[in-house]
């Protein structure tokens, strides 16, 4: 996991930060508000005490002083813990010609021994006083509920704007990607619970999309690459050799899907000796720079063979410009056949190529393989590389032919994984000197099914004036 995934660790949920610690708060609150109240209580309680005894006093020593009277009033009693009955009521006490709303406490002592009735004492407190207690309990209640809830709300505001700081920098990293500035990293380091998922999420988001354009881009240039390469090896098609004497020269490459491995087949005939050359090729790296190296050859080559040159000699001077040219570890392999179709002599030439030319001998019926000697063109630019070719001289004659293609082909396998091999090759090698390319080339594609396969090329030169009579007897 990369590390600031694991920097970002999610703990806690936001829902459960929140509940925990608006709880913690609320609690602490409300324990400084009920401790508060407690006291608040206590203080109001003993003011309203006093005063409601100052004025008890007062009152009671007027109204007795003006012989008060009290008539009508309904008491309820009281019992004191000290043995006092005190009877409570509430109403109008005359003095004089007004009457006044007081509360009424007349305190007796029991009647002990039934002797005479029970002595009372009246005393008088204003209606007010409890109105006033009830007025300063509620203020105090008031008072400190506010404060309870105002404490709350600072505390979800406190939380809110911590949970919206990272969701508000992470908005503004999206807006930044959104852009066009992918590289800009998540910032939400004090991220928690769902909002650090977020984070998360958002980042590897990012990342997908990042590593989707990267491979939306590398598919636009590979298509690109393949379509450059696919143009380069249409546009350097063979020459139409005229058949003469019966003798007939056909190419063929089976192309791959994607950019291919560049193999390539070339013809030409020299107009000035009829001397026609041939040859199938296949570059060391595969894609656009493989086309390159192949456009490259297939010119040094086409130069040098037009020229007049011998085939060795043409293949020795095309290697010492390829080797001047190309960067190290780069080179191609070639095989190639010149031969004058009205004598029917020839030569061939290998120049690292690793499959051999398929030779069909028509008096006797048998096919051999001809594999000269030479290191690929590239490596060397002096007398190793030159010392190395080996040239095969050769005899056509009515009916022969020969056969060359790309090193790739013996590796190419069907849907059951089964290579096609040497014999595969030589297979088909017969059906293309049988009944030509393009019969070999339908064999091969029902051989390989749905499978994929490299860049294929195919020279077939063989004489028709016999090779129909004749049948292939053995493979070499």
């Excluded at 409300?30 to 006291?39: E, F, Q």
């Excluded at 505390?155 to 920098?169: D, G, H, Q, S, V």
């Excluded at 019966?246 to 291919?260: C, R």
């Excluded at 011998?310 to 020795?316: G, N, R, Y």
Aim: proline share 4%; charged share 20%.
């Amino acid at each position: 996991m990369p590390e600031e995934y694991v920097r970002r660790k999610p703990g806690m949920g936001i829902a459960s930060r929140f509940a925990l610690g608006l709880g913690l708060v609320a609690s602490v609150v409300a324990v400084a508000a009920s401790l508060l109240l407690l006291n608040g209580i206590e203080e109001i309680g003993g003011t309203i005490t006093t005063a409601a005894q100052v004025e008890m006093a007062s009152e009671t020593t007027r109204l007795n002083a003006l012989n008060a009277e009290r008539p009508g009033i309904p008491y309820y009693p009281r019992h004191a813990d000290s043995g006092l009955v005190v009877k409570v009521g509430k109403g109008k006490v005359d003095v004089d010609v007004d009457g006044e709303d007081k509360i009424i406490f007349l305190a007796s002592l029991a009647n002990q021994g039934g002797q005479g009735p029970a002595m009372s004492e009246a005393f008088y407190a204003p209606l007010d006083s409890m109105a006033s207690a009830s007025t300063k309990m509620i203020i105090l209640v008031v008072l400190v509920f506010a404060a309870f809830v105002l404490i709350v709300v600072i505390m979800a505001l406190i939380t809110a704007k911590r949970i919206t700081r990272p969701l508000n920098e992470m908005v503004g990293d999206v807006l930044k990607i959104s852009r066009g500035h992918v590289d800009t990293s998540i910032s939400a380091e004090n991220a928690v619970g769902e909002v650090a998922h977020l984070a998360i999420a958002i980042e590897r988001m990012v990342d997908d999309l990042v590593e989707s354009q990267e491979q939306a881009q590398a598919l636009v240039d590979s298509l690109s690459e393949t379509a450059n390469l696919r143009d380069v090896q249409r546009r350097l098609r063979p020459m139409d050799i005229p058949v003469v004497n019966n003798w007939e020269v056909s190419t063929s490459v089976l192309e791959a899907e994607g950019p291919g491995t560049g193999d390539f087949v070339d013809a030409m005939r020299d107009d000035e000796d009829g001397f026609v050359t041939a040859w199938v090729g296949a570059p060391s790296i595969s894609g656009l720079a493989g086309a390159l190296i192949m456009t490259m050859t297939r010119s040094y080559l086409r130069v040098r063979s037009l020229s007049g040159m011998a085939l060795a000699e043409s293949i020795d001077a095309a290697n010492f410009a390829l080797h001047r040219d190309l960067a190290k570890g780069m080179y191609c392999t070639v095989m190639a056949a010149r031969f004058n179709p009205q004598t029917g002599e020839g030569e061939i030439v290998s120049a690292g190529h690793q499959s051999p030319a398929v030779r069909f001998d028509a008096a006797s019926g048998e096919m051999r393989t001809l594999q000269p000697n030479g290191i690929a063109l590239g490596f060397d630019g002096g007398p190793i590389f030159r010392n190395s070719v080996e040239t095969l001289q050769l005899q056509l004659k009515d009916g022969d032919a020969m056969f060359m293609y790309s090193p790739r082909a013996t590796a190419c396998e069907n849907a059951a994984g089964k290579e096609l091999g040497e014999k595969g090759v030589y297979a088909l090698a017969k059906i293309a000197i049988d009944s030509g390319l393009e019969a070999m080339q339908a064999k091969l594609l029902q051989y390989l099914g749905d499978n994929a396969h490299p860049d294929l090329g195919f020279v077939l030169i063989r004489n028709t004036k016999t090779n129909e009579n004749k049948s292939i007897s053995k493979t070499h």
